[in-house]
């Protein structure tokens, strides 16, 4: 028998290796049987793992399925599997005139992209028209999936580790030297030779005022942290291009990208998906996520830039464009959220939102790690453009006029073994294979082929909507999945399908779509949903913003000073650090330093969720706590929560430390290791907005108490040293504090 695995790696937060087996649905064994691609254009795959979620991208055009040939998408990171694979496919009528009077001789509607399977191959399209010609991927070439991170040479070891781990699909515990330094090089290799890619429509942002990519001088950080020349830091500074993506402000770049182009110009390869011929297109295909602890680091952003770029047979033997007309693009997802066998779909059309959640109140999956179910889902941010006088749209991230950007068309699904099945595949299959795709597209049920007439996919008292279960399910009104009946089905292994359009592609045309990937987690499974549509506010801001995105400060620089059961922490000494975290300015937001929070962990992997605040020292005025907006788990509402705990104590850098606060104990053991985090947060001052606080990184340090051997220290922390007036005149008094007796020399 075949099985499914549901097991995951587990990153830094989670140091937990297991494996949950369940029987694997049949009709998705079948589609399985593509091979993974090997060899030219290595590596094939890109992950994105700087948040809370882990999501795979292959430089085909499949993602969130693993190089393992598992799920390819987990939350929360070092969990359970919430997608197991996804891709988008499109569908179009060709012409081979402007008017749209002559249709293609041969398969004149028709369908590409992927499911499973998938009709393009990596590469982009050299030429137009009657001369293009896609790049075949060769060992060692630029055909790869290009992932940066913007940090990689500064990472601290634990991130590093972390990054390998997901990387190579192996425990933290499992992670070698090799593992580590192999997944650096790889970022160091993509960041260096970014340039060799710009022009097939690699992103990059332009900060120096000079066309065209110029990249930055070598990060000096990268081996030696102390040689400091040029970091992460003086991209901005010194307003240097840089490969990745922003939006609207070139000073809010995301923090990690995955780039590839690929094509569906292989008539071979096209005909695999579900028997249509090519159509000529090319699609440059971006991922970026955020660095965050808040809600920006419980989604992703990908874009898909299309270009009709032809080089496919409009008649026989004869290369050209078509003209495409009604064409329809559609994230399709197979999202297994734990066990697959009962999920539940559903769609938000105010949100443009198709979404996974579960049936059952427990998952196994996730029960292992004490969570409920998650959900998550696919927000379409931007569809294609379309001409609208008087209105505006976006397009490559920017304003532009007369036109409006396409929502959400429909929404679709099919669920394994019931009557909307997985469409058929391979390249006998156009007429069923194709002729559903296009009716799905259309908002109609995936039945019979071309040339049956459409079925609605609701009867009874849903049966004219193009949004099947578009109902409420957290507070349980409307179309519902789940309901047993012929058009909601009982649970089971879902697909969902959003999708937009109609718009037309002329040869030589390019459009854009922009979706967010969002995900949430609540204290039981439908409240999941409620987070999950929380989180995606944040996107849809972040979005609005043009992705113009505030940054929380650094991370205090800490230094440890471990003495006879007691520790001192102490992040006041870098005053290039200090000065940045506590007078630089973020915007939008205007959010400005507040304080610093000093934590306890119970483990090295814990969260800082799972953490003890031991004190926050904040600025003196007010606001003393700060409250934001949070989605609370036992009303089901979207309250004002505390979020930061201030007091107006006046800021102190550094914390003498004797007692355990996460055993509640007033004593520290030698030799023992203890946990601390230090976290830098800032406030908005603008009025109402979201979020109210953001909170550096947490960076744990690992302090171990000790008796000293062989030396005797002449001051304790807190001691005061006497100060000689030499010369001059003022008055002034001067108090030195000791705050770190391991560095006194006796002066």
């Known amino acids: 028998m075949n099985f499914k695995k549901l097991g995951v790696y587990l990153g830094a937060l989670l140091l937990v290796w297991c494996f949950t087996l369940a029987a694997k649905d049949p009709e998705k064994a079948n589609k399985e049987k593509t091979p993974l691609l090997k060899g030219a254009g290595s590596p094939i795959y890109g992950l994105i793992n700087i948040g809370n979620i882990t999501s795979w991208m292959r430089n085909d055009g499949q993602s969130n399925h693993s190089p393992g040939g598992d799920n390819g998408m987990y939350y929360p990171k070092g969990t359970g599997n919430v997608i197991y694979q996804d891709c988008v496919n499109w569908s179009a009528k060709l012409f081979l005139d402007a008017a749209k009077t002559r249709p293609a001789a041969s398969k004149p509607i028709r369908v590409g992209g992927g499911s499973y399977g998938v009709g393009t191959k990596a590469g982009w399209v050299t030429g137009q028209g009657s001369t293009a010609t896609a790049v075949i991927p060769a060992a060692g070439d630029n055909v790869r999936a290009w992932r940066v991170r913007r940090d990689y040479a500064s990472m601290s070891d634990a991130e590093a580790a972390a990054d390998a781990a997901s990387n190579n699909e192996v425990p933290i515990t499992d992670v070698t030297a090799a593992m580590i330094a192999s997944t650096k090089a790889q970022y160091d290799l993509d960041w260096t030779t970014w340039g060799s890619v710009v022009q097939y429509g690699a992103p990059y942002i332009e900060r120096n005022g000079t066309p065209g990519y110029q990249a930055p001088e070598a990060f000096t950080n990268i081996v030696d942290k102390t040689n400091t020349t040029f970091t992460v830091d003086s991209l901005i500074a010194k307003n240097r291009d840089e490969p990745g993506i922003a939006g609207i402000d070139p000073n809010s770049p995301a923090d990690q990208v995955i780039w590839a182009a690929y094509n569906d110009l292989d008539v071979t390869q096209s005909l695999r998906f579900v028997g249509s011929d090519p159509t000529g297109l090319e699609i440059s295909k971006i991922m970026w996520a955020y660095k965050r602890s808040d809600a920006l680091g419980n989604l992703y952003f990908t874009k898909y830039r299309i270009i009709n770029k032809g080089g496919v047979d409009t008649t026989v033997g004869v290369k050209g464009s078509f003209w495409l007309d009604s064409m329809y693009v559609c994230q399709w997802s197979d999202p297994d959220l734990g066990g697959f066998t009962d999920d539940l779909v559903g769609c938000d059309t105010t949100l443009s939102m198709g979404f996974i959640y579960n ?78 795709w296009s009716k799905m597209h259309r908002g109609f049920a995936p039945l019979g082929d071309f ?101 929380p400060p650094k991370p205090p620089t800490v230094k440890i000073a471990e003495l006879d059961g007691q520790i001192v922490l102490e992040w006041g000494s870098d005053l290039a650090g200090v000065t940045d975290i506590e007078t630089r300015v973020n915007n939008p937001g205007s959010y400005t330093f507040e304080g610093y929070n000093v934590y306890q962990l119970p483990t090295r992997g814990s969260r800082l969720a799972e953490a003890k605040r031991i004190v926050t020292f904040d600025m003196p005025a007010d606001p003393t706590v700060v ?109 030195p504090i000791v705050v770190d007796p391991t560095k006194s020399t006796g002066h």
Not at 389 to 395: E, I, L, Y
Not at 490 to 502: F, M, N
Not at 629 to 642: T, Y
């Open 451 to 551: 040339t049956n007439a459409p079925v609605p996919y609701a009867s009874g008292p849903f049966a004219v909507s193009k949004f099947p279960l578009s109902g409420d399910p957290v507070a349980r009104t409307g179309f519902n999945d789940g309901l047993g009946t012929t058009y909601s089905f009982a649970p089971g292994d879902r697909r969902l399908l959003v999708i937009t359009g109609p718009f037309q592609m002329a040869p030589g045309d390019t459009q854009e779509i922009v979706i967010g990937v969002v995900v949430g987690l609540g204290s039981d499974r439908l409240s999941s949903v409620a987070v999950l549509k929380f989180n995606d506010r944040f996107a849809q801001n972040t979005y609005n913003a043009l992705f113009a995105v505030p940054k």
């Open 627 to 735: 409250l934001d907006q949070q989605f609370d788990n036992k009303s089901g509402q979207i309250l004002n929560v505390p979020v930061q705990f201030g007091t107006n104590s006046d800021i102190t850098r550094y914390l003498n430390l004797k007692r355990d606060y996460v055993r509640d104990i007033d004593k520290l053991w030698n030799g023992q290791e203890y946990y601390y985090v230090v976290t830098a947060y800032s406030i908005a001052t603008v009025a109402g907005f979201l979020p109210a606080a953001l909170e550096s990184d947490a960076i744990v340090n690992v302090a171990r108490p000790k008796a000293p051997f062989g030396r005797v220290y002449q001051t304790i922390p807190g001691d005061t040293a006497k100060v000689t007036h030499s010369a001059g005149v003022s008055d002034g008094s001067v108090v």
């Open 359 to 436: 049936a059952n109140p427990v998952d196994l999956t996730f029960s292992l790690f004490g969570l409920a179910p998650p959900s998550s889902g696919y927000d379409f941010l931007q569809g294609p453009i379309v001409a609208a006088p008087g209105d505006s749209g976006v397009f490559d991230l920017k304003r532009r006029y007369n036109v409006k950007n396409l929502g959400m068309s429909t929404f679709a699904y099919f669920s394994a073994g019931s009557p909307y099945s997985d469409p058929p595949g391979g390249p006998t299959n156009y007429q069923n294979g194709s002729g559903r």
